[in-house]
Protein backbone atom coordinates (compact mmCIF):
# COMPACT_ATOMS: atom_id res chain seq x y z
CA UNK A 1 0.00 0.00 0.00
CA UNK A 2 2.69 2.31 0.05
CA UNK A 3 2.43 4.62 2.85
CA UNK A 4 3.96 3.96 6.37
CA UNK A 5 3.34 6.01 9.74
CA UNK A 6 4.73 4.95 13.05
CA UNK A 7 3.04 5.85 16.29
CA UNK A 8 3.69 6.21 19.53
CA UNK A 9 3.81 3.67 21.97
CA UNK A 10 0.99 3.10 23.54
CA UNK A 11 2.88 4.26 27.09
CA UNK A 12 4.24 7.56 25.97
CA UNK A 13 1.83 10.82 26.85
CA UNK A 14 1.26 11.70 23.34
CA UNK A 15 -0.70 8.93 22.70
CA UNK A 16 -3.61 10.70 23.77
CA UNK A 17 -3.60 13.22 21.30
CA UNK A 18 -2.88 10.33 18.39
CA UNK A 19 -5.73 8.54 19.30
CA UNK A 20 -8.52 9.92 16.50
CA UNK A 21 -6.62 9.53 13.38
CA UNK A 22 -7.29 11.97 10.58
CA UNK A 23 -8.55 9.69 8.07
CA UNK A 24 -11.45 9.85 5.53
CA UNK A 25 -10.63 7.60 3.06
CA UNK A 26 -8.26 4.37 2.89
CA UNK A 27 -7.31 3.03 -0.56
CA UNK A 28 -6.39 -0.56 -1.50
CA UNK A 29 -3.84 -1.03 -4.11
CA UNK A 30 -4.68 -2.62 -7.67
CA UNK A 31 -2.31 -5.59 -6.61
CA UNK A 32 -4.68 -6.98 -3.75
CA UNK A 33 -7.28 -6.24 -6.13
CA UNK A 34 -5.89 -8.30 -8.80
CA UNK A 35 -5.29 -11.07 -6.83
CA UNK A 36 -8.51 -10.43 -4.63
CA UNK A 37 -10.18 -14.63 -5.00
CA UNK A 38 -7.06 -15.98 -3.13
CA UNK A 39 -7.90 -16.55 0.22
CA UNK A 40 -5.03 -14.91 1.93
CA UNK A 41 -5.59 -11.44 -0.43
CA UNK A 42 -9.33 -11.60 0.28
CA UNK A 43 -8.71 -11.76 4.06
CA UNK A 44 -6.33 -8.43 3.67
CA UNK A 45 -9.27 -6.61 1.57
CA UNK A 46 -11.93 -7.69 4.06
CA UNK A 47 -9.76 -6.36 6.90
CA UNK A 48 -9.03 -3.05 5.50
CA UNK A 49 -12.71 -2.33 4.66
CA UNK A 50 -13.02 -3.57 8.04
CA UNK A 51 -10.94 -0.91 9.46
CA UNK A 52 -12.68 1.64 7.14
CA UNK A 53 -15.90 1.00 8.64
CA UNK A 54 -14.96 1.40 12.42
CA UNK A 55 -13.11 4.62 11.47
CA UNK A 56 -15.74 5.71 9.33
CA UNK A 57 -13.73 6.09 6.33
CA UNK A 58 -14.42 5.37 2.37
CA UNK A 59 -12.56 2.59 1.20
CA UNK A 60 -11.57 2.43 -2.49
CA UNK A 61 -10.48 0.01 -4.43
CA UNK A 62 -8.23 0.73 -7.33
CA UNK A 63 -7.18 -0.93 -10.77
CA UNK A 64 -10.82 -2.67 -10.95
CA UNK A 65 -10.98 -4.59 -14.63
CA UNK A 66 -13.53 -7.29 -13.97
CA UNK A 67 -16.82 -7.68 -12.80
CA UNK A 68 -14.92 -11.01 -10.75
CA UNK A 69 -13.09 -8.24 -8.76
CA UNK A 70 -16.21 -6.22 -8.11
CA UNK A 71 -18.07 -8.91 -6.80
CA UNK A 72 -15.26 -9.98 -4.55
CA UNK A 73 -14.95 -6.79 -3.76
CA UNK A 74 -18.32 -6.02 -2.67
CA UNK A 75 -17.99 -9.41 -0.74
CA UNK A 76 -15.46 -8.04 0.98
CA UNK A 77 -17.49 -4.93 2.40
CA UNK A 78 -15.76 -2.45 -0.13
CA UNK A 79 -18.09 0.44 -0.87
CA UNK A 80 -16.11 2.01 -4.18
CA UNK A 81 -13.65 1.23 -6.81
CA UNK A 82 -12.33 2.34 -9.63
CA UNK A 83 -10.39 1.43 -12.69
CA UNK A 84 -10.85 0.60 -16.42
CA UNK A 85 -14.53 -1.71 -15.95
CA UNK A 86 -15.30 1.75 -15.03
CA UNK A 87 -13.99 3.56 -17.46
CA UNK A 88 -10.30 4.17 -19.04
CA UNK A 89 -8.11 7.76 -18.49
CA UNK A 90 -9.43 9.99 -21.68
CA UNK A 91 -8.67 14.15 -22.01
CA UNK A 92 -10.58 16.33 -19.64
CA UNK A 93 -12.82 17.93 -22.40
CA UNK A 94 -14.10 14.08 -23.87
CA UNK A 95 -14.09 12.97 -19.61
CA UNK A 96 -16.60 16.23 -19.23
CA UNK A 97 -18.60 15.20 -22.21
CA UNK A 98 -18.90 11.66 -20.59
CA UNK A 99 -19.99 13.09 -17.01
CA UNK A 100 -22.36 15.01 -18.52
CA UNK A 101 -24.28 11.87 -20.32
CA UNK A 102 -24.30 10.75 -17.03
CA UNK A 103 -21.60 7.59 -18.02
CA UNK A 104 -19.37 6.49 -15.59
CA UNK A 105 -21.81 6.27 -12.26
CA UNK A 106 -22.00 2.80 -11.71
CA UNK A 107 -21.81 2.17 -8.34
CA UNK A 108 -19.47 -0.41 -6.36
Not at 1 to 15: F, L
Not at 16 to 28: A, G, M, Q, V
Not at 53 to 63: D, H, P, Y
Not at 69 to 76: E, H, I, V
Request: hydrophobic share 40%; aromatic share 4%; proline share 6%.
Amino acid sequence: MGTRQARPKVDQPQTTKNRKFPLDRIKIDRSFVEAVDEPGTAAIVGAIAGLGASLGAAVTAEGVETERQLGALRLSGCGEAQGYLFGKPAPAAEAAAFLRRGAGTRAA
